[in-house]
């Protein structure tokens, strides 16, 4: 069984920083396309950022490109999801999902990821 478990989350003011993390269980973490997601009360679950199994390819949602950046140390199993320059309308949940299929390219396709994590609260204050 796979479980995600999301930390870094926080009160942070515009303009500041914020690093997630999500580490991953089991053996094949390496093989899997990974992903950051976040839904804001009241809204849908918005694709942020996501990078393929060997760290070589990522992918960004528009209102967060140049801002963020995502990458992987698969020696620990772990995604990162650095935020840079933080807006009040970042303020979201923020989840870790993982690809359903291995050495697949899964980019901002919601439905291509089948584990996700419980999620940790970003808050951007003025």
């Known amino acids: 069984q796979v479980q995600l478990v999301e930390s870094g989350g926080g009160v942070v003011q515009a303009g500041g920083s914020l690093r997630l993390s999500c580490a991953a269980s089991?053996?094949?973490?390496?093989?899997?396309?990974m992903g950051w997601f976040r839904q804001a009360p009241g809204k849908e679950r918005e694709f942020v950022a996501a990078?393929?199994?060997?760290?070589?390819?990522?992918y960004y949602g528009d209102s967060v490109k140049g801002r963020f950046t995502i990458s992987r140390d698969n020696a620990k199993n772990t995604v990162y999801l650095q935020m840079n320059s933080l807006k009040l309308e970042d303020t979201a949940v923020y989840y870790c999902?993982?690809?359903?299929?291995?050495?697949?390219?899964?980019?901002?396709?919601?439905?291509?990821?089948?584990?996700w994590g419980q999620g940790t609260q970003v808050t951007v204050s003025s």
């Open positions: 089991g053996r094949t973490f390496t093989s899997y396309s």
């Open positions: 999902a993982r690809a359903y299929q291995p050495l697949y390219h899964t980019g901002n396709n919601k439905d291509a990821y089948s584990y």
């Open positions: 990078i393929s199994w060997s760290g070589g390819s990522t």
